[in-house]
Nanobody, 123 residues
Framework: QVQLVESGGGLVQPGGSLRLSCAAS????????MGWYRQAPGKERELVAH???????KYADSVKGRFTISRDNAKNTVYLQMNSLKPEDTAVYYC?????????????????WGQGTLVTVSS
């Protein structure tokens, strides 16, 4: 019923840049928060960054100063601009949304996840 569609992943050289996009569609009443998580090989999934509908942001210490999260509330879309990429950034990146979604005539607050997009940083 509700879907998050990610795009922008791929292969990039160290020091390069990528821009990830995630668009939410479906029976959405409102989106309270959208963000990005990542999971590297052999590691636990971790928060990269998130942004609320009011514009408040949070970043992992490892990406501060290099990544920028932004959103277009009208389009239910979140972006992650990744600069100065390092091999350590290699991971599957998952879009996440905390949203109020219609369930029948009412709504429920749910966490929604995308399928993930692979980012590989290598020379």
């Amino acid at each position: 019923q509700v879907q998050l569609v990610e795009s922008g992943g791929g292969l990039v050289q160290p020091g390069g840049s990528l821009r990830l996009s995630c668009a939410a569609s479906g029976s959405i009443f409102s989106i309270n928060r959208m963000g990005w998580y990542r999971q590297a090989p052999g590691k636990e999934r971790e928060l990269v960054a998130h942004i609320t509908s009011g514009g408040s942001t949070k970043y992992a210490d490892s990406v501060k100063g290099r990544f920028t999260i932004s959103r277009d509330n009208a389009k239910n879309t979140v972006y992650l601009q990744m600069n100065s990429l390092k091999p350590e950034d290699t991971a599957v990146y998952y879009c996440n949304a905390n949203a109020d979604l219609y369930v029948g005539p009412q709504y429920r607050n749910l966490e929604v996840w995308g399928q993930g997009t692979l980012v590989t940083v290598s020379s």
